[in-house]
């Protein structure tokens, strides 16, 4: 049994790349699952829908360390963390009464920041492979945007009536982040005007890493066997570092 979880995991077959497509296809529904349930009230549905949501990925977190052969490199992952800390909030909010939404987006650091499905979309997805950079950029500015706001709603607009909160909680980050500042919603305690100017902060930087993303030259990430250089231009033969004979992957060749 271990050895065939670990090939679905981690092996180069064709059922192995259809399973990891199924995760992510699971970790996107999650991910719009906790969004979209992130301003809504308290309801017994909705507490078990999310012990469920909890239960799965909680089994998947169980195999992927019981797979594998570091399980402490594992644990250090930014997303195993993630995964913990999203698991703690779908078992404490119930105990504390508290709305912790935005501990239960932070699933979205999941989202293909994993080394299997970075290969298997690097090898089956030619629009992944020559605008990785491009891609990686967005999901890193998606899923800070959408913890921003979560944590925003629940520390400042979640007295506000369904809906009207979280809508008014995205607007205040998105103005934030692009440092627009219409004025027309504030913060007036110490921890907001903190909590924006961390926001501030990040979203200049992740939007001038998916500027740059976006207008510099495209590159492929190949490492070069000689020198360890891992970018390179799409039609590149020779490594521009060392001179080393490269073959990165196209719609013509095998590589």
């Given amino acids: 049994m271990k050895e065939r979880l670990s090939t679905l995991y981690t092996g180069r077959g064709r059922k192995a790349v259809r399973f990891r497509y199924t995760l992510i296809a699971l970790d996107v529904a999650t991910i719009v699952f906790f969004i979209l349930t992130a301003p809504l009230t308290k309801s017994t549905p909705l507490i ?98 959408f913890v921003s706001t979560a944590v925003m709603f629940v520390l400042h607009f979640k007295d506000q009536p369904y809906g009207e909160g979280f809508v008014d909680a995205l607007y205040f980050t998105v103005t934030t982040l692009t440092t627009t500042g219409f004025g027309d919603i504030t913060m007036t305690t110490t921890s907001g005007k903190l909590l924006a100017v961390f926001m501030m902060v990040m979203g200049v930087a992740l939007f001038f890493r998916l500027a740059r993303a976006l207008f510099l030259p495209t590159k492929v990430h190949y490492t070069c066997r000689g020198c360890g250089l891992d970018r390179h231009d799409p039609d590149a033969v020779h490594c521009k570092h060392c001179g080393r004979d490269i073959k990165i992957r196209t719609h013509g060749a095998g590589g």
């Fill in 48 to 145: 078990i829908a999310e012990i469920f949501v909890g239960l799965v990925i909680l089994t998947d977190l169980t195999i992927r360390l019981w797979i594998a052969e570091d399980r402490t490199r594992v644990l250090r992952q930014v997303y195993t963390l993630a995964d913990i800390v999203v698991i703690a909030s779908l078992v404490l909010a119930p105990v504390l009464d508290q709305n912790l939404a935005f501990l239960k987006v932070l699933r979205a650091l999941r989202l293909i920041h994993s080394y299997h499905v970075l290969r298997d979309l690097r090898r089956h997805a030619a629009v992944f492979r020559h605008h990785e950079e491009t891609i990686l950029a967005s999901v890193n500015l998606f899923v800070f945007i």
